[in-house]
Nanobody
Framework: EVQLVESGGGLVQAGGSLRLSCAVSGITVGDYAMGWFHQAPGKGREGVLCISSRDGTTTYANSAKGRFTISSDKAKNMVYLQMNSLKPEDTGVYYC?????????????WGQGIQVTVSS
C-alpha cells in the first residue's frame, strides 16, 4: 500500500517560514516524480513544485519562485517543501503527490493533505 503522509503544517504569520515533510511508504522516492500541490480555500488544487530524477526541479506556480524550495531525501524516503516569506494567499491545504516518470506524468498517489494558515 502506498502512503504519502504530510506533516509540518500549522499557523504562521505573514513573512514567516514553514517546512512541510512528506513521509513516503510503499514506493521509492527516487523512482517517481514527487511534488506538492496547494488548494486555497474555495479553489481547485494547483501545482507548486515537483522534483524528479529525470528533470530535476519543476516549478508549477510562479508564486513559489524565490520563496519555496523542494527537496528529497532518498535514504529516508522523504520529500520536503521549505516555504519562506509566506503570504496570506499561501493559506490552504498542501498535498504531497507522486507522479509517474516525470513532473508532467500521470498522478500515482496523493497524500491526505495538511493545513497551512498564514495570518496577516
Amino acid at each position: 500500500e502506498v502512503q504519502l503522509v504530510e506533516s509540518g503544517g500549522g499557523l504562521v504569520q505573514a513573512g514567516g517560514s514553514l517546512r512541510l515533510s512528506c513521509a513516503v511508504s510503499g514506493i521509492t522516492v527516487g523512482d517517481y516524480a514527487m511534488g506538492w500541490f496547494h488548494q486555497a480555500p474555495g479553489k481547485g488544487r494547483e501545482g507548486v513544485l515537483c522534483i524528479s530524477s529525470r528533470d530535476g526541479t519543476t516549478t508549477y506556480a510562479n508564486s513559489a519562485k524565490g520563496r519555496f524550495t523542494i527537496s528529497s531525501d532518498k535514504a529516508k524516503n522523504m520529500v520536503y517543501l521549505q516555504m519562506n516569506s509566506l503570504k496570506p494567499e499561501d493559506t490552504g491545504v498542501y498535498y504531497c503527490i507522486a507522479r509517474w516518470y516525470h513532473c508532467g506524468g500521470d498522478f500515482r498517489s496523493w497524500g491526505q493533505g495538511i493545513q497551512v494558515t498564514v495570518s496577516s
